[in-house]
């Protein structure tokens, strides 16, 4: 009923940018919360983002300052800005939406499939 896809990872250079957006789709009602979280390699998957459908926004401390979260509720899609990228940021990169579908009274979790973001020389 619901679909988040993902676009925009990567290969990039150290100290490069990219742009992660991610569009949801389907029956849906409203969007409350979104949010980027990754999964590095032998790690658990950790919040990198959220922000609000007021705009209100929160970051992990590893990327304060150089990753912005934004969101367009007009075309459903958030988007993490991504600057002053290093090694650590490598990782598979998930879109997560807190939606309320029609006909339904509260809202679920959906996840997007991922996109490979890679931060290498």
């Known amino acids: 009923q619901v679909q988040l896809v993902e676009s925009g990872g990567g290969l990039v250079q150290p100290g490069g940018s990219l742009r992660l957006s991610c569009a949801a789709s389907?029956?849906?009602?409203?969007?409350?919360?979104m949010g980027w979280y990754r999964q590095a390699p032998g790690k658990q998957r950790e919040l990198v983002a959220t922000i609000t459908s007021g705009g209100s926004r929160n970051y992990a401390d590893s990327v304060k300052g150089r990753f912005t979260i934004s969101r367009d509720n007009n075309k459903n899609t958030v988007y993490l800005h991504m600057n002053s990228q290093n090694a650590e940021d490598t990782a598979v990169y998930y879109c997560?939406?807190?939606?309320?579908?029609?006909?339904?009274?509260?809202?679920?979790?959906?996840w997007g499939q991922g996109t490979q973001v890679t931060v290498s020389s």
């Open positions: 997560n939406s807190q939606i309320v579908i029609w006909g339904r009274p509260y809202d679920s979790d959906y």
């Open positions: 389907g029956n849906i009602f409203s969007i409350n919360l």
